[in-house]
Each structure stands twice: as structure tokens, then as C-alpha cells.
């Protein structure tokens, strides 16, 4: 018999003895790995050509540093306090992993929306990457102490008190519970002035214009009446540049295996839908910061006719960085992790959101997974934002991470275990602090292993 509403929260009040709120804002340095050559073992798996982008993207500020340096912040998670409270995790939560992008109905709706690093794990880990990142952005937008510990709270507050309702209401009403883009302009609309609306209302109607045939506008150029993918190197190449004609034969024959045994990640009425297209053409694109180096492919399709494209993403999903610092999980295929963590975290997902193995030029096998690349998808910029924008785009992500959590966690014992004191507030505010302050440092031994050699970077990518 499952334990009752009662008991889970009695639950979720005994974890207090354990770990009490106050411990979690513990951070030390004592101990903990080189954080350069941590990245240098991500490198290893990845595009070598492709790599020093990644490391001249990192060095650029201490916000991208902390965007790209998932992995360094994972090793130190593991020596911190664990509620023991578990979560499927983002793992890379991150203010600019929260944005914009179209549900199946074609409605806007805002949530998480990177699940590279998605695992199962103590549910503070993703809010202390959430929290830290408000820190190290504020810091970089000139924003003085004060402010930053402030915005923190006020994001943390949100995930608390968004958990505690989730935590009285069911699980379809939690299930069914997101954020709709209408709801949040209105919102927006009473908590900040005009000029901020019109601010982020042309992010959202540039959003709605982001699709397949606005992707087909923008990367494409017609070659012989047929739209041709735009070579801008190094971060778009068409697969015929990167091989040769030969070469390139082969990337489609194996790229078009990996659409066909994709498609059966799909329901039926998706393959259906699939089935319709025609692949015509592949490039290599460089997305993202911490993602760079691992290979990621745009895929033209044709339907009907010229002016109906789809445009796919297809992306190596490599090992999760948080793999090697919680109990594994039963799923083996990367790709396949990737999507499950997505489908039970998001409220809404992407109709052709699929995963695959598939065999690489370079004869290796390696797992990946499916999107479509635009889809109503926009990011607010987080490096133009004032104080009191950032606050309130820092609640709104605080409240989507909890109800993603809510959805695979123990909603009701980690509510108990928050209370209804602002005590996990302010020790998640130390710890952010503490840990914007490393970041700072180990953004300087980059920029350090960039100056002596050890690192090769280009920068301006």
C-alpha cells in the first residue's frame, strides 16, 4: 500500500534531522578536482576542430564559464550535503536553459528546455545550479551584492512555495499544471513597467515566427531551384564540405538509417507524419557553450513540395555529468535518456522528440537524439537584463523547476522537508554567493591554461 499524504510528509520532516536546511548552504574547496582538467576529459570524446570553440566560448565571461562548466559544479555537488530526496534532474538548470517554444497545439508555453545532462539525483542539486547562476549573472550585469543575494531568495522562494502547492493537489492536476506565455505576459504586465513588457513581448513574437519554414529563410539559398543549406564555417558546414562527395554518401546513407530507426522511437501517428518527408540535405552545426564539440547535425527534409520544410536536430547525447556522482539508472542508450528525463520533466514536448543509435563517419557508434531545431523556441538574454527583470524571470524559472520536480519527485515529502520558513532560501543564498566566487576562479584558470598553452582556444566563434 502506498505511504499516505501524512506519511510522506512526516517523511519529508525527518530528512531535517539528517540534513537540516541551514547545512545547504555549505560550500568548501577543499579537496575538489582541477576544474580544467575536467574539461579537458570532456574533450576527449569530442570533435577535436570543435573543441577550442568551446574553450574561447567559456573564457568569454564568468556567466558563460558557469553555462559551459556543468560538469565542474556536478563534482562539487557530490561533496555537499544530499537530502536524499530524489528528482529526475536537469542537471543543467541554468537560467538560459529556461525559454520559450511551441506546445504540439501551437500555443507558447515556458519551461526547462536543455536535457543534456538530465539524471535522477537529490532535487537541491538543480536548484543550487539554478540559484548559483542568478548569482554569477548578476554579478556580470554589475549588480551589487545585495541585489544578487535578493534575487536568489526570491527564485528559491518560488520553487519552495510552487511546491508546497503542488504538494495539496493531485497527480493529474500536477501533471497536467505549465506555463502558458498569455498567463506570464500578464503577469509580466503587473510586476513590471511598459518598457520591460515590450522588451520581452518581441522576444515572444519573434518566437512565434521561429519554424521550419523561418529556419528554411534564414540557413538555406536556392542552388539549381532547390533550397541548399549556407555554408558558414566553422559553425554550419554542409556535409559535402566536411568529406567530399564520397564521404558525404556515405554521412547520408548512415544519417538516413538513423531517421528510419529513429522514427520508431515515435508513436505510430508521428512516424505517419514523418513518413512524409524526404531527407535532402545534412550539415554539422556548433550549438550552444558547454555542448560544443559534440556532434550535432541539422537535417533538411521536403514535404509536399520546396515550401514546406521540416528541420531536424539530430545531437550526440553523450554520458550525463552527473553519471559519475549518483547511483546509476536503468536506462542504458544516452539518447534515450535524454528524451525520457524531457518527457517527464516538460509539460509539453516536441512531436519529434526520438532518440537512436546510429554509425559515424568515423565508424564509431554513438547514441543521439531528435528534435526539431525550431519550433517557437527563444531564450530571453539574460545578459541585457536590469535587476528587477532578472528577479522575476528568477521566480518564474524557480516555480518551472518545481513543478518539473513535482512530477517525478516526492512532491509532498519535499515539501514538508522545505517548511514554510525562508531558512532554504538564505542558505541556498550563501551557497550561491560562495560558489559565484569559485566560479570566478576557475573561470580564471581557464583564462590561465588559455595564456600558458595548456588549453587552445578561439576565441570570437
Known amino acids: 500500500m502506498s505511504p499516505t499524504r501524512g506519511e510522506r510528509a512526516d517523511l519529508g520532516r525527518s530528512v531535517r534531522d539528517r540534513v537540516p536546511l541551514e547545512q545547504h548552504s555549505q560550500y568548501s574547496a577543499h579537496g575538489r578536482a582541477d576544474p580544467v582538467a575536467l574539461l579537458e576529459s570532456q574533450?576527449?570524446?569530442?570533435?577535436?576542430?570543435?573543441?577550442?570553440i568551446r574553450s574561447g566560448r567559456m573564457v568569454s565571461s564568468p556567466f558563460a564559464h558557469y553555462r559551459g562548466g556543468a560538469l565542474i559544479m556536478a563534482a562539487d555537488l557530490a561533496r555537499s550535503p544530499d537530502s536524499g530526496l530524489t528528482v529526475q534532474l536537469c542537471g543543467d538548470a541554468h537560467l538560459s536553459n529556461f525559454g520559450i517554444y511551441a506546445?504540439?497545439?501551437?500555443?507558447?508555453?515556458?519551461?526547462?528546455?536543455?536535457?543534456?545532462e538530465t539524471y535522477p539525483g537529490p532535487f537541491e542539486w538543480d536548484v543550487k545550479r539554478l540559484a548559483t547562476s542568478l548569482h554569477v549573472a548578476?554579478?556580470?550585469?554589475?549588480?551589487?551584492?545585495?541585489?544578487c543575494r535578493k534575487m536568489v531568495r526570491r527564485s528559491v522562494r518560488g520553487y519552495r512555495e510552487t511546491m508546497r502547492t503542488f504538494a495539496h493537489q493531485g497527480n493529474l492536476s500536477v501533471w497536467y499544471s505549465h506555463v502558458d506565455m498569455e498567463d506570464l505576459?500578464?503577469?509580466?504586465?503587473?510586476?513590471?513597467?511598459?518598457?520591460r513588457k515590450k522588451q520581452i513581448q518581441a522576444v515572444?513574437?519573434?518566437?512565434?515566427?521561429?519554424?521550419?519554414?523561418?529556419?528554411?529563410?534564414?540557413?538555406t539559398t536556392l542552388v539549381d531551384g532547390r533550397?541548399?543549406?549556407?555554408?558558414?564555417?566553422?559553425?554550419?558546414?554542409?556535409?559535402?564540405?566536411l568529406w567530399g562527395e564520397e564521404g558525404a554518401a556515405q554521412t547520408y546513407e548512415r544519417l538516413a538509417d538513423l531517421v528510419q530507426s529513429y522514427s520508431r522511437s515515435l508513436p505510430r501517428h508521428r512516424r505517419h507524419l514523418l513518413a512524409q518527408y524526404e531527407l535532402t540535405q545534412v550539415a554539422r552545426k556548433v550549438v550552444g557553450v558547454g555542448s560544443v564539440g559534440t556532434r550535432a547535425w541539422i537535417l533538411l527534409f521536403e514535404g509536399i513540395d520546396g515550401s514546406d520544410p521540416l528541420f531536424l536536430q539530430a545531437k550526440e547525447a553523450q554520458?550525463?555529468?552527473?553519471?559519475?556522482?549518483?547511483?546509476?539508472?536503468?536506462?542504458?542508450?544516452?539518447?534515450?535518456?535524454?528524451?525520457?528525463?524531457?518527457?517527464?520533466m516538460q509539460a509539453s514536448n516536441d512531436i519529434f522528440l526520438g532518440w537512436d543509435r546510429a554509425l559515424g563517419p568515423d565508424g564509431v557508434e554513438r547514441d543521439f537524439y531528435v528534435r526539431q531545431l525550431r519550433d517557437g523556441k527563444a531564450s530571453l538574454p539574460v545578459e541585457d537584463m536590469v535587476a528587477d527583470g532578472m528577479s522575476f524571470y528568477g521566480r518564474v524559472c524557480g516555480e518551472s523547476l518545481a513543478r518539473a520536480h513535482?512530477?517525478?519527485?516526492?512532491?509532498?515529502?519535499?515539501?514538508?522537508y522545505l517548511g514554510s520558513s525562508d531558512r532554504f532560501d538564505h542558505a541556498i543564498a550563501d551557497f550561491a554567493e560562495t560558489y559565484a566566487e569559485q566560479n570566478e576562479r576557475d573561470h580564471a584558470a581557464l583564462y590561465a591554461a588559455i595564456t600558458s598553452g595548456r588549453v587552445i582556444a578561439q576565441t570570437g566563434v
Do not use: C, W
Not at 506546445?103 to 543534456?116: A, H, K, M, Q, T
Not at 513535482?406 to 514538508?416: H, K, L, N, T, Y
Open 103 to 116: 506546445s504540439p497545439e501551437r500555443r507558447l508555453v515556458f519551461d526547462i528546455n536543455d536535457f543534456d
Open 138 to 147: 548578476g554579478r556580470a550585469n554589475g549588480f551589487p551584492t545585495k541585489t
Open 319 to 344: 554520458t550525463s555529468v552527473l553519471a559519475g556522482y549518483v547511483p546509476p539508472n536503468d536506462i542504458t542508450h544516452e539518447g534515450e535518456r535524454v528524451v525520457a528525463g524531457q518527457q517527464l
Open 43 to 52: 574533450a576527449l570524446s569530442r570533435v577535436p576542430e570543435l573543441v577550442p
Open 227 to 241: 533550397p541548399r543549406i549556407i555554408s558558414q564555417p566553422p559553425l554550419i558546414v554542409p556535409v559535402e564540405e
Open 185 to 195: 505576459m500578464s503577469r509580466i504586465g503587473r510586476k513590471l513597467d511598459s518598457g
Open 406 to 416: 513535482a512530477r517525478s519527485g516526492d512532491r509532498v515529502a519535499i515539501a514538508a
Open 204 to 219: 515572444v513574437d519573434k518566437a512565434r515566427t521561429r519554424d521550419s519554414v523561418q529556419a528554411l529563410s534564414k540557413l
